[in-house]
């Protein structure tokens, strides 16, 4: 009987053998994760409806090789206000985010905040795409944008009242999402509180505030149905109060690493028609079952009457007037890229 000979040198030789074959992989065999961070809950309308199908899309659509580890509730630290910064320099690769909780810094794309500018969320999401496509990428470099979207509108909701007219608003402590939406409530005669949707509840309860400006969308992540009972909204079919602009963007550079066919995955799932569905599902769907929501937890729901809206739209002219003043000390001509934002919003509303 012959004896085998162990020899390590074959050994050697077939472990760098093996490592060689590894190393020779396609690019496209490969695994990517990518760490998508936001300021809600996982609960939340926008985890739920938006971010976890859009992961579950990409990673279909790539076999599995494109993974999402989603971080609700600032789990990874920092502030709403710096999850633009967080994307941009690479702390992680995707986030969804309000990029106007970063006061001063997307002027230009602020326009899609100022009051009265978009009935729906859908219609308003393609027209901020396209708005930015044109007008405002140099406000975004360093970040891919996959998405935008508007919501669908914000209203103000209140604890212990209704207030039906310029005269019952004033006065009152109502929180304000950015900084556009603070120049509305004060033009109204109200005291804005500007903070971040969920700093909104413990403000409530301690009566920091007497209400909030915030979507019906947002009203579930918060419980704000459970906190306020009077909600008050504009006539049906107009434009609401304020609107809030909302960025689900990729790092340039983690994007820029991936393989071609990756790529494709990404931009396949990017884009206007994304920011449509966006809009559409995670926004306009959802604002006749929230109603019905607040309404089933003793919620009083009031319209303004339409004489009423038409003072409330007089009474905010001087918010387009001061955005118009301060993108122009910007270098941009603020009246006309105000002129294109609205007529963007008409020609995707027909």
Known sequence: MTRSTFRPQTLVAGLLAALAAMAALPAAAQQVTLRVHHFLPPTSSAQVKLIQPWCDKIAKESADRLKCQIFPSMQLGGSPAQLFDQVRDGVVDIVWTVPTYAAGRFTK?????????????????????????????????????????????????????????????????????????????????????????PAVPDALSKSLIDGAAVPWEGTPAIRLADMTKYHLDVPNGVPRISNTIFLFGMNEQKYNALPADLKKV????????????????????????????AKDAGGTLVNLSPAEYQRWVKATDSVDDEWIKESSAKGADGRKLLEEARALVGQYSK
Do not use: C
């Open 266 to 293: 990404i931009d396949n799932n990017s884009g206007l028609a994304t920011s449509a569905w966006a809009g559409e599902v995670g926004f306009d769907a959802v604002v006749e079952p929230y109603k019905r929501a």
């Open 109 to 197: 794309s602020e326009v899609f905040e100022l009051p009265w500018m978009a009935t729906t969320a859908k219609s308003g999401s393609q027209a901020l795409w396209t708005y930015v496509d044109k007008n405002a990428q140099d406000e975004f470099k360093g970040v891919r944008r996959l998405f935008m979207h508007l919501h669908d509108g914000a209203l103000f909701h209140f604890k212990d009242k209704t207030p039906q007219t310029l005269e019952d608003i004033k006065g009152l402590k109502i929180r304000a999402a950015t900084r556009a939406n603070a120049r509305m409530i004060a033009a109204l005669g109200a005291t804005p509180v500007p903070m971040a949707l």
